[in-house]
């Protein structure tokens, strides 16, 4: 059987996405899971995340739907290997806002830690001293990862569904309804 590398699921999107392509909902509720998977893999919130994405649909269950498992795919998107990368970019859209100055190899140093007094210390910094270019530069950018995700989801949902039912159309033998349909596509 072809294995698949445990740090490969982290960090290859295409796994992620066709995840959420194979989940079972509307092309809606999937699409918005995966914009609010986003937006909160985006904040500095690691290790809370997938908390945070399911008090988010219980406070809005009667707002709204959501599909939880996109939710927690996208949420994938921080990990271990990414947070970092993650943080800094945000964290140096921050300071377009709030002038900060620490060196990105600093910044990396903050994440190395070794037990929870450490981690706790490493913590409290990055919040205390860093905190708010990194939440502003945060907010800014799971803004818009999630603005963007919502429709660029609902449209690879939307194009496979289409090419589903055309294959269906194939298979069932009817060559006139695969026109039509190419006709459609093309439109």
Do not use: C
């Not at 990990?79 to 002038?99: A, R």
């Not at 913590?123 to 799971?142: E, Q």
């Not at 039912?165 to 349909?181: D, F, L, M, N, Y």
């Amino acid at each position: 059987m072809n294995e698949v590398h445990p740090i490969r699921k982290m960090i290859d999107p295409r796994l992620w996405l066709r995840a959420l392509l194979m989940l079972d909902g509307t092309s809606h509720q999937i699409a918005l899971g995966a914009a609010i998977g986003m937006f909160v893999a985006l904040t500095p919130t690691v290790g809370i995340q997938m908390v945070l994405v399911l008090l988010i649909a219980m406070l809005t269950r009667s707002l709204f739907r959501f599909n939880k498992v996109a939710a927690l795919i996208a949420v994938y998107v921080s990990n271990p290997l990414t947070v970092v990368p993650i943080y800094w970019f945000n964290y140096t859209i921050g300071t377009i806002y709030f002038p900060s100055t620490i060196s990105k190899d600093e910044f990396a140093k903050i994440f190395e830690y070794h037990g929870l007094q450490e981690w706790w210390n490493s913590m409290t910094r990055l919040f205390v001293d860093l905190g708010v270019p990194l939440l502003t530069g945060s907010f800014i950018v799971a803004t818009i990862g999630g603005l963007v995700t919502y429709p660029l989801i609902l449209r690879i949902l939307k194009r496979m569904k289409q090419i589903q039912r055309r294959e269906k159309r194939i298979a069932a033998g009817s060559p006139s309804q695969e026109r039509v349909q190419q006709e459609a596509v093309r439109v």
